[in-house]
């Protein structure tokens, strides 16, 4: 579905009501839910919220917090209410409409897992429709990871396609599945032909193993010195471009006059932020910088990347999962207890740790971590705190989700806004499944003739 807002005016209106919004419960959307104990998150929720929401039931956390229905449910503080409703009415709407059937030919769904191939199939059809309409001759994907949309281009839909990937073993992989694909293709169009032998190329995808330079108006002969040719027309696409890389192909669409249409598909807003805490990437425009607040943290941007749709699935089929939370910030309370410098550490010896008892998964974290085993009384204490306090800290995480869509909204604008101080007539749209793909929305934009390059 394609959002209504298109001027600079709209788009300046709702990114301030955005950032007052997220300014005004920053406590929320900057807290880390394992630090829940150690930081009394739950002290700093208004004390009619702390009333009204203790101890709910998970049947009731859902429908309270992460539904729009209000029937039936308990008299709530009116500044809750206000809360979920601009929590509702912000965000750019998720909704992509009719999820299309998979289609897709059963040669390009080997070796691709069922999200990956509902985004190349619908993600396909988008760049086709502007490769053509702009006369491009050239597509370039940029962190193409094993090439699954770019095999689907180039041997599917005939396309002249250039990828460009940094991760070496991701290029290697990329260029052992097209071989493996083109063999099929071969086989088959000699099958179909009564068994004459093929002689016709079948040309996949150049795979590029490089780092990007993207502050240099030498982008295109980066990929290919051939690429000086004034007549090659691109169309620049990633699909989930991680981090500030969707930023550099933004910025390099509206100042590289061969690239006629881009169409950036992004993931991962947290990684515009690098080990400094600079943010390359955000904001874009020239505008956001005026705005008090503007400044989105680390955590407010990884916040924007969670899935409230599938989190919102487990109330219904995973219920003991809703604990990982607040087993992880007991965990985090007896680690502070001894050794406070191992604030937040990350504990990787404990996957599906919600099949685990407290005991067994403090013990292997405690064992992680190299220290002595846990006492008799940090255990018991342990597992009373999970007991008495998990439906809060659920409860608590819940709230802070509500958030996510409206930060993501502010990034997904702030973009937008860019490109229309850079002159240009920008599309958002919510193209993928939010289920099956969270990160679900899609900007296109297309030069016009007589629009120049700035």
Known sequence: MEINLKSKEEIQNHLKQCLKFIGEYKFLSES?????FTEDLWSKLPESWQHSLNNLQPE?????ILEQN???QPTLPLSFLAFKTLASRLPIIRDNGETPENNLQQIFKKNVNPKKQHEIQVLSQIIEENYTEMKCTKLVDIGSGRGHLSRLLSLGQGMNVTTVESQDNLVTKARELD???????KRLREKSSGGEVYQEEVKGARHINHHIDFNTSQFLQQIDSNEADASTRFLLTGLHACGSLSCCMIRTFASQKQIKSLISVACCYMKMIDDNGSCDGFPMSKYLPSLPQHQLRYKSLELSCHSIENYRIRFE???PKLKVHCTRGVLEKLIMNRNRSLKCSIIQCCRNSHLLTFHDYASRA???LNFEPLTIDELKEGEELVEKNWRNVTTYFSISLLLGPVIETVVLLDRMLFLLEQGYQPTLKCLF???????CFVIICNKSEDEKTK
């Open 60 to 64: 009731d956390m859902k429908k309270i």
């Open 179 to 185: 071989e493996k694909m083109i063999k099929i293709i």
């Open 433 to 439: 499944d939010p289920v099956l793909s969270p990160r």
């Open 366 to 368: 405690f064992r992680h």
């Open 32 to 36: 880390y839910i394992i630090q829940f």
């Open 317 to 319: 089929d995973d219920v």
């Open 70 to 72: 209000e029937n039936s």
